[in-house]
């Protein structure tokens, strides 16, 4: 059993950058990989960020490509997603999501086993 606990979301003004965490307990697998989505009211959940535990290679939406960095530390069983330059339609629950088995396709929902409760990011225009 993994749980994923998401945190440090909040309201921001447009342009300025907020710095999501999601810390693992439970559980954890080496050869996992994590990831952010994030779902606006009424819309369907998109991925954002994801990262490779072993190796820490990166992938990311186009939409955030050039503001967003995802990172982990392994030790805190921890992911981090910095967001920069943020735009009103970045507001979203932002969700951390487990993938135990590392498989390929790391934008797609369905891949993730595991996943945390979602943190509000609200920006402001």
């Known amino acids: 059993q993994v749980q994923l606990v998401e945190t440090g979301g909040g309201l921001v003004q447009a342009g300025g950058s907020l710095r999501l965490s999601c810390a693992a307990s439970?559980?954890?697998?080496?050869?996992?990989?994590m990831a952010w989505f994030r779902q606006a009211p009424g819309k369907d959940r998109d991925f954002v960020a994801a990262i490779r535990w072993s190796g820490g290679t990166q992938y990311y939406a186009d939409s955030v490509k050039d503001r967003f960095t995802i990172s982990r530390d392994v030790a805190k069983k921890t992911v981090y997603l910095r967001m920069n330059s943020l735009k009103p339609e970045d507001t979203a629950v932002y969700y951390c999501?487990?993938?135990?088995?590392?498989?390929?396709?790391?934008?797609?929902?369905?891949?993730?086993?595991?996943w945390g409760q979602g943190t509000q990011v609200t920006v402001s225009s």
């Open positions: 999501a487990l993938d135990r088995e590392s498989r390929p396709l790391v934008t797609l929902g369905g891949a993730y086993d595991f």
């Open positions: 439970g559980r954890t697998f080496s050869g996992h990989t």
